[in-house]
C-alpha cells in the first residue's frame, strides 16, 4: 500500500504510514495479519526489545515445560503398555488392572493434548520472533538507504 502523501511503500493492514505519519485512505478492515501485528509490536515499537524479551521468555518457558512432559509421556505409555500386557496375561484382578490402564492412556492423553497447546505456543513465538528481526534488518537497510 502506498501513501499518497509521501509515496512510501506501507505493509496491508497499516494504517498510517511509517515514514510521515497521514492515514492511509485505502484500508480493509480490520483484518489481522502477522505481517501488520509484528510491524506495529515490534519494528515500530517503542518497547521493542520489551517485546522481544516476552516473547523470547514465553519461548523459553514453553520450551522448559515440554521437556518434562515429553519424558512423562513415555514413561506413562511405557507403564500402560506394561499394564495391558500384565493384563493379558493374568486372570486375577483383571479388572483392577483395567482401570489402572485406563487411567494411564487418560495420562498420556492428556499430556499430548498439552505437548501439542505448548508446541504450537513455541512455533507462532518462533515465527514471530523470526518475522520480526527480518523486518527490523529491512528497516535498518531503509534507514541507511535514506540518508
Given amino acids: 500500500m502506498h501513501c499518497k502523501n509521501c509515496n512510501t511503500e506501507n505493509i496491508d493492514g497499516v494504517n498510517f504510514c511509517y515514514n510521515c505519519g497521514k492515514k492511509l485512505s485505502n484500508m480493509k478492515g480490520n483484518k489481522f495479519s502477522l505481517k501488520s501485528f509484528v510491524y506495529k509490536n515490534i519494528v515500530l515499537s517503542?518497547?521493542?526489545?520489551?517485546?522481544?524479551?516476552?516473547?523470547?521468555?514465553?519461548?523459553?518457558?514453553?520450551?522448559?515445560?515440554?521437556?518434562?512432559?515429553?519424558?512423562?509421556?513415555?514413561?506413562?505409555?511405557?507403564?500402560?503398555?506394561?499394564?495391558?500386557?500384565?493384563?493379558?496375561?493374568?486372570?486375577?484382578?483383571?479388572?483392577?488392572l483395567k482401570s489402572q490402564t485406563e487411567l494411564f492412556f487418560r495420562d498420556v492423553f492428556l499430556r499430548i493434548i498439552l505437548i501439542a497447546f505448548f508446541w504450537s505456543i513455541l512455533i507462532l513465538t518462533l515465527t514471530i520472533l523470526l518475522y520480526g528481526v527480518v523486518l527490523l534488518k529491512k528497516q535498518g537497510k531503509k534507514s541507511k538507504n535514506m540518508y
Fill in 46 to 96: 517503542r518497547q521493542r526489545y520489551r517485546n522481544i524479551f516476552i516473547l523470547s521468555s514465553i519461548l523459553v518457558l514453553c520450551s522448559a515445560l515440554s521437556v518434562p512432559l515429553c519424558k512423562g509421556l513415555f514413561d506413562s505409555f511405557n507403564i500402560a503398555m506394561d499394564l495391558v500386557r500384565m493384563s493379558m496375561s493374568q486372570q486375577v484382578a483383571k479388572y483392577a
